[in-house]
């Protein structure tokens, strides 16, 4: 007979996974007590090293020599070295003093360490009087998703409250654009190159295309030449994404152009000719240069609006998307195919993969029919999201089930019937009715007749 925890959907397995998850949830509070009640330790460690050079009355110079003293014995128990103990000590205490507010949140369970530390991060660029009404606003939103998930929106939220423009920090940040180059074991090295990120981006996306389409041809080749002498040469080349990725990008830079390029002859094309493609969501009134915040950069962070901006009027292909709820959009078709006009809807109002935590653009996903097309789901506006191709096929081939609310809002139901709500991503532009206008002023009152 079989042993029923070997069956997924059996009691025996679901009673035991059941088990499995709630020692997890019960050790990740406990772990997490741990942690903050490390971050007030560490955070008391650096008030004492305040507290000693004040007692005297020091320099700067003696502060940092007690800090570091304080440090070492401190990573002496830690077994870590003495500057990270003082990097951990500033952290510990601008979030233990700084943000109150999250460090209440996270205690509570409201939300976790991650959540925490990317407040911190991004709330420590704005000024120290704004960083309540900062946080106040972070965790909300923190409240609701994942810290990967949140972390453009809390980027974006710290750029817009700053007293000075994202344009002007960009601007000032782009002047420090470098590359470096820092050696490393076994005969290589690092070459890091700190550039604006649509940029970094682009030659990202670019060589990962380049790369696909090298390692597609080789699969295609292999193929072809199956059986012959020709296919133990091909069978060489056993690189991976990242090796390919990085003998193009070597190639594109000492050679100028891709010598690594054998997809001429097939449908693919030179190589030469990829294009990077990014998903960017750019305000309407950023388009038109009456704001200069910054744009969401789908999946990745924010970037300025004057790369947003000249993005925009180089591509050739630049649609604007209007959606009526009448006849603007085609809301549903017979076909299982979406239409090019439902894809651009589905996309502005996705975003990203639609499954609980993932941010993988929509761009980069597939469009899923939330009831399957085969079992009688309809090619409509309402059974339709966009889903990794990780997370789609969780959907088909796991317990994981979901079905599709009012407006696009995503319930998913874990194989242990926990349930996770997924709303629709906050639309990129919004649109409000005009004020109405004034009243016409009162008509002058006639004479009476005599």
């Known amino acids: 007979m079989a042993d029923a925890t070997e069956t997924p959907g059996g009691e025996d397995y679901l009673a035991i996974l059941a088990g499995i998850v709630a ?53 002496g128990v830690m077994r870590v070295t003495d500057r990270t103990v003082q990097r951990r000590i500033g952290e510990a205490r601008t979030l233990i003093e700084g943000f109150p507010a999250t460090v209440e949140a996270w205690e509570a369970g409201r939300i976790v360490r991650g959540h925490a530390f990317l407040i911190l991060e991004t709330g420590i660029a704005l000024p120290a009087e704004l960083w309540a009404e900062f946080e106040q606003a972070a965790i909300t939103r923190c409240e609701q998703d994942t810290p ?39 005969g290589m090295s690092d070459l890091i190159a700190t550039l604006p990120t649509v940029i970094a981006e682009g030659i990202h996306d670019r060589l990962t295309q380049q790369a696909r389409a090298i390692i ?27 090796q390919v990725r990085a003998d193009v990008f070597a190639d594109l830079l000492l050679a100028g152009t891709p010598a690594l390029d054998d997809t001429r002859d097939t ?40 790369a947003a901006r000249q993005l925009a009027g180089n591509t050739h292909i630049w649609e604007r998307l209007f959606h009526d709820p009448v006849t603007g959009v085609t809301a549903a078709t017979d076909s299982y ?9 589905l996309q502005a109002r996705d975003q990203h993969c639609r499954f609980p935590g993932c941010r993988t653009a929509a761009i980069r996903c597939e469009i899923d029919h939330t009831h399957d097309h085969a079992l009688g789901g309809r090619t409509e506006l309402s059974n339709l999201a966009h889903l990794c191709q ?33 709303d629709a991503p906050t639309p990129a532009v919004a649109f409000s009715p005009a004020a109405p206008p004034p009243p016409p002023p009162p008509a002058a009152a006639e004479p009476a007749p005599f």
């Open 337 to 345: 195919r979406v239409p090019s006009g439902m894809r651009r809807f």
């Open 23 to 75: 020692d997890v949830d019960s050790v990740a509070r406990r772990i997490a007590a741990a942690q903050i009640e490390e971050l007030r330790v560490l955070a008391a460690a650096g008030r004492l090293a305040e507290a000693q050079v004040a007692q005297r009355n020091a320099r700067v110079q003696v502060h940092d020599m007690a800090l570091r003293s304080i440090a070492a014995e401190v990573g």
């Open 216 to 242: 597609d041809t080789r699969d295609e080749r292999t193929a072809a030449h199956a059986g012959n002498a020709d296919a133990a040469v091909i069978a060489t080349d056993t690189r991976s994404t990242d």
């Open 390 to 422: 990780r997370h789609h096929s969780m959907k088909q081939f796991t317990a994981w089930r979901v079905r599709q609310l009012t407006g696009g809002v995503l319930e998913w139901t874990s194989p242990l019937g926990r349930t996770y709500r997924e």
């Open 267 to 306: 449908a693919a094309g030179p190589l030469g000719a990829v294009r990077a493609r990014v998903q960017i969501l750019v305000p309407a009134a950023t388009l038109t240069g009456e704001d200069d915040g910054p744009c969401d950069l789908a999946g990745r962070s924010p970037i300025d609006a004057g």
């Open 148 to 186: 990967n998930r949140v972390r453009g929106e809390l980027e974006i939220l710290a750029h817009r409250m700053h007293p000075r423009s994202f344009a002007e920090r960009h601007e000032e940040a782009a002047a420090g654009r470098c590359v470096r180059l820092v050696p490393g074991r076994d």
